[in-house]
């Protein structure tokens, strides 16, 4: 508050991006606990609704695994594109429209880039937990066959940038939230019913099997479930990992576009 | 600043949305430890230049210095330095109001002990240090205000840009607010400020511009435009006759000026009571009489021909 004008200060933070996670973090220390409920009630209440359930009426299982084993890998990334996408839609609406938190963050040092990465890796810490969540509630469940399922969290990772920096460039460029629903309507629920986590997208007629391979779950969906099976994936994981991490830069780039329009004025 | 360089140098600046211009060429240059005003009526390009001057708004033209760097070149080590108070406030409404200023305060790369030392030190000197731990949502207008100059300390800053301080606050509040402000300003920060209130102007603003239409028409101390651009004193009338118009010819002799406003006309002149007596033994019998002295509002009336708050 003195107005000497020499002293000295402590310049930028070293990793900007990583005081605006510290801000994310202060903020969900609040509501944490809602939030680790969730996390653990609902991979808990799917497993045994379809991995269960809907797996006792399955006898033969799928290609030589049960159905609860099956099912448990697709599951696992459906769970963290749920969190990604909902982490990154009214949020990131929110922070621009209502609250107006990124032009408050704007007046600072941090440049377009620190805001965007801080809030994204805020996004990738909920799917992290939420992932991890997974894997316990599945384990205890004896619906993991292999050790590798814990190569499934790297790849849910992956799959949340691949899914949650698109999101942020959509939410940050449309004018009213209703355009938030639309996105859960039009791709999130379709995505999650035909790219191959409740069945294999083998039993799709030709075209809409290749709608399925054009979204970034049927990549993670593959990898995950090779991974909870300890078997090889249908695709080479490369190839894979190459499509979804080009999911996560192009979505990076348009999303520091939007921003950029938005809080440079 | 030993140098004796202004912390802020405009020169021709100017600020274009697609074919709008709302900043038209305006030479600007603030002092260290000055208290500097931009006054004008809503739209006057204010805001516009706030945001330029505060680096998040490259300008489309002109020059523009701040702490002798260029904006678009030099925005986070100019940002790092300056304090800002937007016109709406964009605290974050479920924190608590500690963690408002101690998670701001890492942008800055300040520590967290020493950032939980300054919160606590800035709540005490915008009275709020009993509201900590409370939720920023139930806090009055005056108080998330009064948060937001306080987060607008934290980093220390050489330069406090305040967009509309008061806007939309009550007297009461206004006044605590424009308190804090003083204060600062005799602690020797540095402030600029937009207003289209006149009284703030007057009461915060060792130098002032007055804007209008993007473009500056004034510039001086308050006391300065004051003398130069309105008389000593104006004497207020209110006839209960349809129009003002109709009285408004017959008082052009009575002082240097008359101002004819829909609800009122406006005589200035250098010593009020004598002209009131005129206007009585000109046998017009208004219905309220007021003699006050000469503000701001008439230096922006006399050079705009309107009013600043309409």
Known sequence: ?265 | MTTGRPLIQARGLVKRFGDFTAVDGIDVEVSAGEAFGFLGPNGAGKSSTMRMVGCTSPPSGGELHILGMDPVRDGPAIRARLGVCPQLDNLDPELTVRENLTTYARYFGIPRRVARARAAELLDFVQLGDRADSKVEPLSGGMKRRLTIARALVNEPDIVLLDEPTTGLDPQARHLVWERLFRLKQQGVTLVLTTHYMDEAEQLCDRLVVMDGGRIVAEGSPRALIEQHATREVVELRFAAESQETFAGKLDALGERVEVLPDRVLVYVSDGDAAVAEVAALGLRPTNVLVRRSSLEDVFLHLTGRTLVD
């Open chain 1, 1 to 265: 508050m003195t107005a000497q004008l020499t002293r000295d200060r402590p310049a930028l933070p070293r990793v900007p991006a990583l005081a605006v996670l510290e801000y994310h973090l202060v903020g969900y220390r609040r509501t944490w606990r809602a939030g680790a409920f969730s996390s653990f009630l609902l991979p808990t209440l799917t497993v045994l609704g379809f991995g269960v359930g809907v797996g006792a009426y399955i006898d033969q299982g799928v290609g030589g695994v049960s159905y609860l084993e099956w099912i448990a890998g697709g599951l696992l990334a459906s769970t963290a594109l749920q969190v990604a996408i909902s982490e990154s839609t009214w949020p990131v609406f929110g922070n621009l429209q209502w609250q107006k938190i990124y032009l408050g963050q704007r007046s600072s040092p941090l440049r377009v880039a620190d805001i965007l990465a801080g809030h994204l890796s805020f996004v990738l810490f909920r799917v992290l937990t939420a992932v991890i969540a997974f894997l316990l509630v599945t384990g205890v469940l004896g619906a993991l066959r292999s050790p590798w399922a814990v190569l499934a969290v790297p790849v849910a990772a992956l799959l949340a940038l691949a899914v949650a920096a698109p999101t942020f460039a959509y939410a940050a460029s449309v004018d009213s939230d209703s355009w938030l629903a639309m996105l859960f309507r039009f791709a999130v629920i379709p995505m999650t019913l035909f790219a191959g986590v409740f069945f294999p997208v083998e039993s799709l007629p030709l075209a809409l099997r290749w709608l399925a391979y054009v979204t970034p779950l049927w990549h993670a969906v593959d990898l995950c479930r090779a991974a909870v099976l300890g078997v090889a994936p249908q695709w080479s994981v490369i190839g894979h990992l190459c499509y979804l991490a080009a999911w996560a830069a192009g979505g990076w780039l348009l999303a520091r576009r939007v921003f950029a329009r938005r809080l440079v004025v």
